[in-house]
T-cell receptor, first 113, second 112 residues
Framework: KAGVTQTPRYLIKTRGQQVTLSCSPI?????VSWYQQTPGQGLQFLFEYFSETQRNKGNFPGRFSGRQFSNSRSEMNVSTLELGDSALYLC????????????FGPGTRLTVL | KQEVTQIPAALSVPEGENLVLNCSFTDSAIYNLQWFRQDPGKGLTSLLL?????REQTSGRLNASLDKSSGRSTLYIAASQPGDSATYLC???????????FGTGTQLKVEL
């Protein structure tokens, strides 16, 4: 069974631009969560989607948004990029919503110049 | 607000040693606790998941225990190998926030 896939793996953007990251969960998994990982703040929860609905949101500004499609694939969008948005963005999928075992993808490394 | 602490932050041991990584959390009202490893620049690999009603889980050379009332979990690695070198993260799922809260990790180096 294929694992969680994320595209692209690496991105370089400049301040003010916007970016869209994609995540395909494990087949059959309907929950997708997004996390941001930085050296200073560690891993922080962004949001969780289940059945195309955002179920929970972390403490991030409105520039961070996401959506989930009917096939459970998810996208995350960051608008008006700031230098501090440089991070590894990780997506995790789970069979159930809320509390299921989380399986992570390899991440997208975003660098904002 | 749930806070998760991992001690030690870094650990260097010779190959073959048995070792214990510690994780503590402030809010004992958790659904489950999950241990992960992360290799440099990579995603997280799930190692063990312990439900709140369980006391321990085992997988190969790994054993994780959970004492929910005291807010502690330990990951025991038997007969460590250089391939075990990675950062180990624990994370707790708390119903109130409906999310995983991660610790800051223990960076493990196993030397030949």
């Amino acid at each position: 069974k294929a694992g969680v896939t994320q595209t692209p793996r690496y991105l370089i953007k400049t301040r003010g631009q916007q970016v869209t990251l994609s995540c395909s969960p494990i087949s059959g998994h309907r929950s997708v969560s997004w996390y941001q990982q930085t050296p200073g703040q560690g891993l922080q929860f962004l949001f969780e989607y289940f059945s195309e609905t955002q179920r929970n949101k972390g403490n991030f500004p409105g520039r961070f948004s996401g959506r989930q499609f009917s096939n459970s694939r998810s996208e995350m969008n960051v608008s008006t990029l700031e230098l501090g948005d440089s991070a590894l963005y990780l997506c995790a999928s789970s069979l159930v919503q809320g509390g299921g075992e989380q399986f992570f993808g390899p991440g997208t490394r975003l660098t904002v110049l | 607000k749930q806070e998760v602490t991992q001690i030690p932050a870094a650990l260097s041991v010779p190959e073959g040693e048995n070792l214990v990584l510690n994780c503590s959390f402030t809010d004992s009202a958790i659904y489950n606790l999950q241990w992960f490893r992360q290799d440099p620049g990579k995603g997280l690999t799930s190692l063990l998941l312990i439900q709140s009603s369980q006391r321990e889980q085992t997988s190969g050379r790994l054993n994780a225990s959970l004492d929910k009332s005291s807010g502690r979990s330990t990951l025991y690695i038997a007969a460590s190998q250089p391939g075990d070198s990675a950062t180990y993260l624990c994370a707790v799922y708390t119903g109130g926030g409906n999310k995983l809260t991660f610790g800051t990790g223990t960076q493990l180096k196993v030397e030949l």
